[in-house]
T-cell receptor, first 118, second 115 residues
Framework: DSGVTQTPKHLITATGQRVTLRCSPR?????VYWYQQSLDQGLQFLIQ???????AKGNILERFSAQQFPDLHSELNLSSLELGDSALYFC?????????????????FGAGSRLTVL | AQKITQTQPGMFVQEKEAVTLDCTYD???????LFWYKQPSSGEMIFLIY??????QNATEGRYSLNFQKARKSANLVISASQLGDSAMYFC????????????FGTGTLLAVQP
């Protein structure tokens, strides 16, 4: 158990629907990251939050949104789902959110949420 | 722009032998970190080892060591005494100093350990 909790583990839904993925970071970690892993795109960075504020944005579609709450858990909302959104979505957390690289920058990943859009 | 390259899509190794997984990187930032993660067939991403750009010595964690050659911009992972449980996808990743701590990943190397 990495200490990063993601729910649900598996999700099957239909095109056009909306889903919410939830992440609880490891205790003491202030930064949360969302990644998408698909066969054709590999591991893609979506978005990073640090202590409730957006820190960096990557290849995140406008149909997707995220937030980090005061208790530091995070949610990733995916709407108007398309077949191509089927992927493994990872949440990760770290103690630090930036600055000079050190061991405190290590990202700890959750087990992932596997989304299948039919 | 920062980039990670893993040129070996797949590799085989005999059980108990050592194996080296290649990783090269490209960055102009002086402060950066290099990471290796393991992804078994179950899907989770497991952190293996970290090397900072200013670290003088190569990182080691049990059977894992990182062969860091700064001038060549390479960060190869060495797994000693391979075990059947080492069969997995291995990803090299990099972050760099600045306001964000996001990692960029290579395309991965699929390692198969044979008995």
């Amino acid at each position: 158990d990495s200490g990063v909790t993601q729910t649900p583990k598996h999700l099957i839904t239909a095109t056009g629907q909306r889903v919410t993925l939830r992440c609880s970071p490891r205790s003491g970690d202030l930064s949360v990251y969302w990644y998408q892993q698909s066969l054709d795109q590999g591991l893609q960075f979506l978005i990073q939050y640090y202590n409730g504020e957006e820190r960096a944005k990557g290849n995140i579609l406008e149909r997707f949104s995220a937030q980090q709450f005061p208790d530091l858990h995070s949610e990733l909302n995916l709407s108007s789902l398309e077949l191509g959104d089927s992927a493994l979505y990872f949440c990760a957390s770290s103690v630090r959110g930036g600055g000079a690289s050190s061991g405190a920058n290590v990202l700890t990943f959750g087990a992932g949420s596997r989304l299948t859009v039919l | 722009a920062q980039k990670i390259t893993q040129t070996q899509p797949g590799m085989f190794v005999q059980e108990k032998e050592a194996v080296t997984l290649d990783c090269t990187y490209d960055t102009s930032d002086p402060s950066y970190g290099l990471f290796w993660y393991k992804q078994p067939s179950s899907g989770e991403m497991i952190f293996l080892i970290y090397q900072g750009s200013y670290d003088q010595q190569n990182a080691t964690e049990g059977r894992y060591s990182l062969n860091f050659q700064k001038a060549r911009k390479s960060a190869n992972l060495v797994i000693s005494a391979s075990q059947l449980g080492d069969s997995a996808m291995y990803f090299c990743a990099m972050n760099y100093g600045g306001a964000t701590n996001k990692l960029i990943f290579g395309t991965g190397t699929l390692l198969a350990v044979q008995p």
